[in-house]
């Protein structure tokens, strides 16, 4: 079984609207499991200034859903994280190690309202490249100024930007119109990670096995150990792509 790595997931119980409690963690651990994932990082969302958990709280609960997971899945590895709704003030809480990194690297996972406009967006990623964090931005088939918008998406990641796009995006039937944008990006090199998203055991479940599945149906060898094995692993070394 081929092995992969959850960029992002909303695991830690009760820190935000992912899993509710330990219960809900340990089944969506058990499903991403069966899939194949081996590491998994947890990205709770971060709101500057509507923060629900002060740092502290969330730390303690990672460790806690790191012991639990250890003593159920030797071989499985939780890292910590943030998604981050960007807005003025989060560098300042980056820098401060108020908000998580990736597993602790460079990279910053970046949210932002589906109409942010694009000028918003190219902004936030110039702040945050000038500050030496390395972002990527979250389920990027939400933005209005970037879905079906590949001149938008190139510029970003010329810039320096990198781009997740979310695994149910290839599930959808024949005419899926936003499975085929995504697998289009795949191809032209402009979509760097898939993550699930899994929020919990039902509508938002981990799911990485099926949309990595799809890719390797639907790209050559290359593109789909780039972005589902090379790229991950780059990101938890803290290197670029």
């Known amino acids: 079984m081929e092995h992969y790595i959850d960029i992002h997931s909303h695991i830690l119980p009760g820190v935000d609207d992912g899993a509710k409690d330990m219960e809900m963690t340990m089944a969506m651990i058990d499903m991403a499991y069966s899939q194949g994932v081996r590491v998994m990082i947890a990205t709770p969302h971060y709101y500057p200034g509507h923060v629900k958990y002060a740092k502290e709280y969330v730390e303690r609960v990672f460790g806690e859903t790191v012991l639990a997971v250890k003593n159920k899945y030797e071989d499985f590895t939780i890292l910590r994280g943030n998604e981050i709704y960007y807005r003025e003030g989060a560098l300042e809480k980056l820098r401060d190690k108020r908000i998580f990194t990736l597993a602790d690297t460079p990279y910053v996972l970046l949210e932002f309202s589906p109409g942010t406009q694009y ?22 088939e939400r933005y209005q100024s970037l879905w079906k918008n590949e001149k938008n998406v190139r510029e970003l990641v010329r810039m320096g930007a990198y781009m997740q796009v ?62 589902l094995t090379d790229n991950p692993a780059r990101l938890l070394r803290g290197e670029y792509l």
């Open 119 to 140: 000028n918003a967006i190219c902004s936030a990623v110039r702040k945050c490249l000038e500050d030496g964090f390395y972002p990527i931005l979250a389920h990027i």
């Open 166 to 227: 979310n695994a149910e995006n290839f599930m959808g039937g024949f005419f899926s119109a936003q499975r085929r944008w995504c697998l289009r990006l795949a191809a032209e090199g402009l979509m760097h990670f898939i993550g699930s998203d899994a929020h919990n055991t039902q509508d938002r479940s981990p799911n990485l096995k099926q949309a990595a599945d799809y890719l390797r149906d639907h790209l050559d060898e290359a593109a789909c150990n780039r972005i």
